[in-house]
Nanobody, 122 residues
Framework: QVQLVESGGGLVQAGGSLRLSCAAS???????MAWYLQVPGKERQLVAR?????????ADFARGRFTIFRDSDNAKRTVYLEMNNLKINDTAVYYC???????????????WGQGTQVTVSS
């Protein structure tokens, strides 16, 4: 049973910074980790993604301000999202997503975290 524990959300003034973290447990077959955001009334949107062996990917609005990275140890079960120069439009619930390799037949499965609220004030 894979479990994700997110932390780091909160209230910050525009221009400030926050670091979100997401710790995964219960699997040794993590192939990728990502952060999504969702604002009320809209679909979830990819913020950044990091997959084993590939360079990180960022949505246009996140590139240059946000950084996604994983633990530097061999476990690499924690993913972070460093958010700088936050804007009011960054206000959203941020979700961690971990991709788990199931089998060559079943492929991968995405596990979603519970979400953490980020509120950017003026």
């Amino acid at each position: 049973q894979v479990q994700l524990v997110e932390s780091g959300g909160g209230l910050v003034q525009a221009g400030g910074s926050l670091r979100l973290s997401c710790a995964a447990s219960g699997s040794n077959f993590i192939t990728g980790m990502a952060w999504y955001l969702q604002v009320p009334g809209k679909e979830r949107q990819l913020v950044a993604r990091i997959r084993t062996g590939n360079a990180p990917y960022y949505a246009d609005f996140a590139r240059g301000r946000f950084t996604i990275f994983r633990d530097s140890d061999n476990a690499k079960r924690t993913v972070y999202l460093e958010m700088n120069n936050l804007k009011i439009n960054d206000t959203a619930v941020y979700y961690c997503v971990v991709s788990i390799f199931i089998s060559n037949f079943d492929g991968e499965k995405d596990i979603w975290g519970q979400g953490t609220q980020v509120t950017v004030s003026s």
